[in-house]
């Protein structure tokens, strides 16, 4: 907890952690000029403010930067504990339609990795024409080896007319990144088989209503042997099947009941389709 949230419950006249609360004083403050404490319980202390304006200032210079220049430069804050201005993806956009007319897909050009960029929430100029929809792939080899990646999927994508993105796990959450994403009309995920993916999924379905699709490998029931992920709990495990529900994964719901396990799609890359 930070200094400023602690300092934020005292003014709010709430028992704080008051161990926490002295390690994180700046060292020109001395906690018995400031405070006076009463013990709530084991660990939580009532506190009465005794200087007030000394108080005001503390919970002035305590307050989060709002920006990771201005915490580089603050007395008590560090860039690091502020998410930076700016954004970026890795991309490799669709081809041109002109592009693919009159030629057999051996002959067709290679994607080109790009960048789409934000920053202030504003996006910088792209290098390329956005696609209609986009995937998203949450995991980096599988990201660089997508064409070998996507053959495990046998599902109405048109990934021919779609940018493809790293989704980079919870990267793809930073709402700094909305300006790419939004004007997609679809974002297919093509996210891990456990909690995290599904969630974050769930977390880009509520913040585009009918537009997110969770992908899951053809015949997945035969891929059961690549299920060898240990849930970090059974907590985990629970909120999966009920992640499972909600995105339509009725396969994956099953898989997750019999196995017990989940799933890391780079496991995907050491299977062949054929074998599937």
Request: net charge negative; charged share 15%.
């Amino acid at each position: 907890m930070s200094l400023h949230t602690l300092l934020q419950k005292i003014s709010d006249n709430k028992p704080v952690n008051f161990e926490r609360l002295i390690t994180l004083l700046p060292p020109q403050y001395k906690w018995s000029d400031l405070f006076t404490i009463t013990q709530a319980n084991k660990k939580q202390y009532q506190v009465t403010i005794k200087d007030q304006a000394a108080f005001n200032t503390l919970i002035e210079l305590a307050t989060p930067a709002q920006s990771r220049a201005s915490a580089a430069a603050h007395l008590l804050q560090s860039s690091h504990a502020v998410t930076c201005d700016s954004a970026y993806m890795l991309c490799f956009p669709a081809l041109p339609s002109s592009s693919t007319m009159s030629v057999t897909t051996d002959q067709l050009p290679q994607r080109q990795l790009h960048c789409a960029a934000t920053l202030h929430h504003t996006l910088v100029s792209l290098p390329y024409t956005p696609a209609k929809c986009a995937v998203l792939i949450e995991n980096q080899d599988c990201f660089f080896q997508w064409q070998a990646f996507l053959e495990h999927f046998d599902c109405p994508v048109p990934i021919d007319e779609c940018d493809i993105y790293f989704a980079g796990g919870k990267r793809i959450l930073n709402d700094k990144l909305a300006p790419i994403l939004a004007p997609y009309e679809v974002l297919y995920c093509f996210f891990d088989y456990d909690y995290e993916g599904l969630h974050i999924a769930s977390i880009l379905q509520a913040r585009y209503p009918k537009r997110v699709l969770f992908l899951a490998p053809a015949e997945l029931t035969k891929l059961a042997h690549l299920f060898t992920f240990n849930p970090n709990s059974v907590t985990d495990w629970q909120q999966s099947l009920i992640l499972c529900q909600s995105l339509n994964q009725g396969e994956l719901h099953e898989l997750f009941v019999t196995t017990r396990q989940f799933m890391e799609q780079e496991a995907l890359l050491n299977v062949l389709p054929a074998q599937r």
